[in-house]
């Protein structure tokens, strides 16, 4: 892992991360980008799509790349990932192309060709994540192989519980299964960004950073990967805001 970068709070993260992609998109005119869904995202796609409203960032040549998804939505689905996406990020932001999961029917033969069009693209240049309570990355909960390759999932009590606040029509539920991109998927990236802020991420970032590299926390594994860098506020990182030292880099091992 490349470092762990602290900020005072979550606008100064979404700062961050804007600024990580206007450099990614100095770079490749048209990177290959995995985006998240969740809360931790919300300020940080506010960033991007005003820096794209004001012409400081053109995100209309990115190649977009779903992470995750509940199994059996379609395109109608209000609570999908897919149109939550839409909403805060793609259509904003005119980003057109958006290689979404074989989440309505992910038959096996499904599940690869979503990953041979990832390999079509030349894979991954910038993969971003967020990390769940229970230390997962996209879905994979704990206990999900380092070598995953993309496919269903049964989603942990907790994270349904996490996501019932999506699924307020009062026919829906949240579904028990979820397609998601593998462990090993998401390391394949040539860059990995994981996010997370808020006190309620400090003890499970904590563990994935200092605890065991493991699949019982599979935020620990991309401790593995070179390029990977973490970005947390002062409250994620369970340290006061302009704690001094919170603005050093604390460069990590695997
Ligand atoms: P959150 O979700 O940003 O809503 O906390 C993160 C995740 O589960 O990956």
Same mark, same amino acid.
């Given at each position: 892992?490349?470092?762990?970068?602290?900020?005072?709070?979550?606008?100064?993260?979404?700062?961050?991360?804007?600024?990580?992609?206007?450099?990614?998109?100095?770079?490749?005119?048209?990177?290959?980008?995995?985006?998240?869904?969740?809360?931790?995202?919300?300020?940080?796609? =506010?960033?991007?799509?005003? =820096?794209?409203?004001?012409?400081?960032?053109?995100?209309?040549?990115?190649?977009?790349?779903?992470?995750?998804?509940?199994?059996?939505?379609?395109?109608?689905?209000?609570?999908?990932?897919?149109?939550?996406?839409?909403?805060?990020?793609?259509?904003?932001?005119?980003?057109?192309?958006?290689?979404?999961?074989?989440a309505h029917?992910?038959?096996?033969?499904?599940?690869?060709?979503?990953?041979?069009?990832?390999?079509?693209?030349?894979?991954?240049?910038?993969?971003?994540?967020?990390?769940?309570?229970?230390?997962h990355i996209?879905?994979?909960?704990?206990?999900?192989?380092?070598?995953?390759?993309?496919?269903?999932?049964?989603?942990?009590r907790r994270?349904?519980?996490?996501?019932? =606040?999506?699924?307020?029509?009062?026919?829906?539920?949240?579904?028990?299964?979820?397609?998601?991109?593998?462990?090993?998927?998401?390391?394949?990236? =040539?860059?990995?960004?994981?996010?997370?802020?808020?006190?309620?991420?400090?003890?499970?970032?904590?563990?994935?950073?200092?605890?065991?590299?493991?699949?019982?926390?599979?935020?620990?594994?991309?401790?593995?990967?070179?390029?990977?860098?973490?970005?947390?506020?002062?409250?994620?990182?369970?340290?006061?805001?302009?704690?001094?030292?919170?603005?050093?880099?604390?460069?990590?091992?695997?």
């Open positions: 892992m490349k470092s762990l970068r602290i900020f005072d709070t979550p606008t100064e993260v979404a700062g961050a991360v804007a600024d990580r992609l206007a450099e990614v998109l100095a770079q490749h005119p048209r990177p290959v980008i995995t985006f998240p869904t969740g809360s931790t995202m919300l300020p940080v796609y =506010r960033e991007i799509v005003a =820096r794209s409203q004001t012409g400081q960032l053109d995100l209309r040549g990115v190649q977009g790349i779903q992470l995750d998804e509940y199994a059996g939505v379609d395109d109608h689905t209000e609570a999908s990932f897919r149109a939550w996406l839409h909403e805060h990020l793609l259509a904003p932001t005119g980003i057109t192309a958006f290689h979404t999961l074989p029917d992910p038959t096996p033969a499904a599940l690869a060709s979503y990953e041979q069009v990832i390999a079509s693209y030349g894979g991954v240049d910038l993969a971003i994540l967020g990390i769940g309570g229970n230390g996209a879905f994979n909960e704990p206990g999900s192989p380092a070598d995953s390759r993309t496919r269903v999932v049964e989603l942990d994270t349904r519980q996490a996501n019932e =606040r999506y699924w307020t029509d009062s026919d829906a539920f949240v579904p028990t299964r979820a397609v998601t991109q593998g462990i090993g998927t998401i390391l394949e990236a =040539r860059e990995v960004l994981l996010i997370a802020t808020g006190a309620e991420k400090a003890e499970i970032l904590h563990e994935a950073l200092h605890g065991p590299v493991s699949e019982h926390v599979p935020a620990s594994l991309i401790r593995s990967h070179p390029h990977a860098e973490v970005l947390a506020d002062a409250a994620a990182a369970g340290r006061q805001p302009s704690d001094s030292s919170a603005r050093e880099s604390d460069r990590l091992s695997a």
